[in-house]
């Protein structure tokens, strides 16, 4: 435990090291926020949009077997059950039990299947990301772009704004 601080400190003062001598040799730092870019670049909205597309069949269908289970489950409850034969209670409580089963498969499987394509589309997202801040920072010549582990930044040295921009072209 004392060890990982020590080296989450030591990496901090590495940065800041770098980062003085690099102002103090008259370089350009730049700072981009890599969770917004991700959360509000044109592709990340892109991707969303395809993954919602892709997974709503999917999800009206399961919200349809759970409808079912609950009209089911409303007329095992009723007032109907009194005027019910014994073997249409002991079907309908088979059915609904087949039906929870098969809900719960559908719900891991749908899961396991957006989980997937989300990380592939966060792949995706990434690589144009880093792309467009390596293309951004080359084209305004800055010696140095900064992300994570970033203790306090001016708004002047923020270019994420730029990027996402650059994102949208």
Do not use: W
């Not at 981009?32 to 509000?40: C, D, G, P, Q, W």
């Not at 009206?60 to 009723?78: C, F, G, H, M, Y």
């Not at 005027?83 to 809900?103: C, F, G």
């Not at 592939?120 to 582990?149: N, R």
């Amino acid at each position: 435990m004392c060890k990982r601080h020590f080296y989450k400190f030591a990496l901090l003062l590495s940065l800041a090291f770098f980062a003085a001598q690099a102002v103090a040799e008259g370089s350009r730092i730049a700072f981009v926020n890599i969770s917004k870019l991700i959360e509000k670049s044109a592709p990340a909205l892109e991707a969303n949009k395809r993954l919602k597309s892709e997974f709503a069949p999917r999800s009206k269908k399961l919200i349809a077997k759970q409808k079912e289970i609950r009209a089911i489950d409303a007329k095992l409850n009723s007032s109907d059950r009194s005027i019910m034969s014994a073997e249409q209670v002991s079907k309908l409580q088979a059915k609904k039990r087949t039906l929870i089963r098969a809900l719960k498969r559908d719900k891991v499987e749908y899961r396991e299947d957006l989980s997937l394509r989300q990380n592939q589309e966060l792949k995706k997202v990434q690589k144009k990301v880093y792309d467009a801040i390596v293309k951004l920072a080359k084209q305004e010549k800055y010696d140095m772009v900064l992300s994570v582990g970033v203790i306090y930044k001016s708004d002047a040295i923020d270019i994420t704004n730029k990027v996402i921009a650059s994102l949208k072209k």
